[in-house]
Every structure is written in structure tokens, then in C-alpha cells.
């Protein structure tokens, strides 16, 4: 296992040694070994299968609700079928020795199920489920799980009688306020912020690191692939979440 350079041991332990905060802002990155494809990888990448603009969109649900409930049905069984990997159990872990705030614009679970808190989900969560007409959150059972079936009729609103919509942010709509309120101060608090696992390259979450750098923060990425963020970066761990992150705590 290669050690971590001293000079991110050592802005780490002083964060520490100060009363410092880490903010950790993660990507599908971080759930790649967990077996969760990303978007924008090679092979096994999630969008390379589906034409992103066709499924992620409220113009795609108007067109075609049965297709992309039917591919969210599909994101939600694999999420349910994976585990959280070491990556997601570090990051836990470093929560009980240093204040952290975790932004993730990931919307499984697996932070949540590897221990952590998560501060905020900026771009919404698969399991958040809500009705598209009237927005109600939707309390009640999920439907049943029909294994490769590409169209899925989503369930009904209890209230209106509009279809159930996955509670994600999609392409041209805004990110939660609270969610959002979250990320910004906490980029704009950290002394330390660890960009783990993503592409930078979908704003407003994208421009969180800039605005962590503002404010003095000293940014670490950790990625096996240089990304849009690298140029900006204090530091970088070529290394995947899984390796790396275990390797901070020493
Ligand atoms: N560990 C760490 N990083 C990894 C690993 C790994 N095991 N495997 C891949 N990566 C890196 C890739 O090198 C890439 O830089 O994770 C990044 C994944 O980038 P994207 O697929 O673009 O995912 P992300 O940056 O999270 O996308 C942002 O775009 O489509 C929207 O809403 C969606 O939240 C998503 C947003």
C-alpha cells in the first residue's frame, strides 16, 4: 500500500492539531468500488449505456415516465445490492477525529450506510421519493423490483393521482436550497477540503473547490484520472477512494 505524501499527511494532522475542518466533497468516484458505475468513465460507465439527456430530464419523464422510472428502478436495485466500500468506511472513521462536513453529489446511500453523515446531498437522493404534480413526498412502500425491465409504470400520488418521480436533481432543475446552503458554507468554512471521485465538470457542485480556495482552504483530490479540478488542487492522490482514503487514517 503506498503511504500517503507527507505533505497531505501533514496540512491533515495540522487541520487536526488546529480545530481545523475537513470538507469532503465526493462523485460517483466514490462509489465506483462499490460497484456503482460512473457517468462519465469508460466501459462500465452508467451513461455510456443510456443517452443522459434522454433519461435525466423532466422533458424526458414527460415523454416517457414508464423508461426512466424503469432506469431509477434499476440505479436504485443496483445501490440496494452494493455495499459501502473502504472508502466510505474511512471517510466515517475520519469524522470521529476531525470535524468534517460531507457534500456528496451522489445520490445512493452508501455514505449513510458506511457510517457517515451526510451534510449535504446536492444533487437530491435516489430513495427521496416524491410526486411530480404536487410534490408531496411519497410515504409508502416501493413498488416491486422486475428485474431488466427497461419500462416501469411509476407509482401514483396518494394526494393528486400524479406519477412518483426519484427525488434527483435533474438536468436544468435546482439543486435544493438546503442542500446547497449546506455545501457552499461548508466550502467556504473548511481549512481542508478532499475532492474525491468526480470529473468536476457538472456546475454549481463542480465550483465548490474554487470557492473552498477563497477562503483559504488547502484542496487535496483524490482520483486515479487527472480531472478539470487538478489544475486548481494543493495536492493530488492519484489513487481510488477505496486505497486512499484507509491510507489518511494512518
Ligand atoms: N476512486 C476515485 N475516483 C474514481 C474511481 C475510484 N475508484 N473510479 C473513477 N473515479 C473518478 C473518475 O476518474 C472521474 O473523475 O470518478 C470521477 C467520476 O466522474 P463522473 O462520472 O463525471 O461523476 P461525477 O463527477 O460525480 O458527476 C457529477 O454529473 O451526471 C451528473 O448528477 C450527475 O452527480 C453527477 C454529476
Redesign the pocket.
Known amino acids: 500500500m503506498r503511504a500517503v505524501p507527507a505533505a497531505i499527511d501533514d496540512v491533515l494532522h495540522r487541520t487536526i492539531d488546529s480545530g481545523g475542518h475537513v470538507c469532503v466533497l465526493?462523485?460517483?468516484?466514490?462509489?465506483?468500488?462499490s460497484g456503482i458505475?460512473?457517468?462519465?468513465?469508460t466501459h462500465d460507465?452508467?451513461?455510456s449505456r443510456f443517452d443522459?439527456m434522454r433519461l435525466?430530464t423532466a422533458g424526458a419523464w414527460r415523454e416517457d415516465p414508464a423508461l426512466v422510472w424503469g432506469w431509477y428502478r434499476w440505479r436504485m436495485h443496483r445501490v440496494r445490492e452494493a455495499q459501502p466500500?473502504a472508502?466510505h468506511r474511512a471517510l466515517a472513521q475520519l469524522a470521529r477525529r476531525v470535524p468534517l462536513w460531507l457534500v456528496?453529489?451522489?445520490?445512493d446511500d452508501l455514505h449513510e450506510r458506511g457510517g457517515s453523515t451526510v451534510d449535504a446531498h446536492?444533487?437530491g437522493s435516489l430513495f427521496a421519493l416524491r410526486c411530480f404534480a404536487c410534490g408531496r413526498a411519497h410515504e409508502g412502500p416501493l413498488d416491486e423490483y422486475v428485474d431488466d425491465a427497461q419500462r416501469v409504470e411509476p407509482m401514483r400520488c396518494v394526494a393528486c393521482g400524479d406519477r412518483i418521480r426519484p427525488g434527483?436533481?435533474w438536468?436544468g432543475e435546482a439543486l435544493p436550497d438546503d442542500a446547497w446552503n449546506a455545501a457552499t458554507d461548508a466550502a467556504i468554512r473548511c481549512t481542508l477540503m478532499l475532492v474525491?471521485?468526480?470529473?468536476?465538470?457538472?456546475y454549481p457542485?463542480?465550483g465548490l473547490p474554487a470557492l473552498a480556495r477563497r477562503h483559504g482552504a488547502t484542496l487535496v483530490e483524490?482520483?486515479?484520472?487527472?480531472?478539470a479540478l487538478s489544475a486548481e488542487v494543493d495536492h493530488v492522490l492519484r489513487?481510488?477512494?477505496?486505497?486512499?482514503l484507509p491510507q489518511l487514517l494512518g
Open positions: 465526493t462523485g460517483a468516484g466514490m462509489s465506483a468500488e458505475p460512473t457517468f462519465r468513465g460507465s452508467l451513461w443522459p435525466a466500500n472508502g456528496t453529489q451522489n445520490v446536492v444533487h434527483v436533481v438536468f474525491v471521485g468526480t470529473s468536476g465538470l457538472v457542485a463542480a483524490i482520483n486515479p484520472e487527472p480531472t489513487a481510488t477512494a477505496a486505497r486512499a
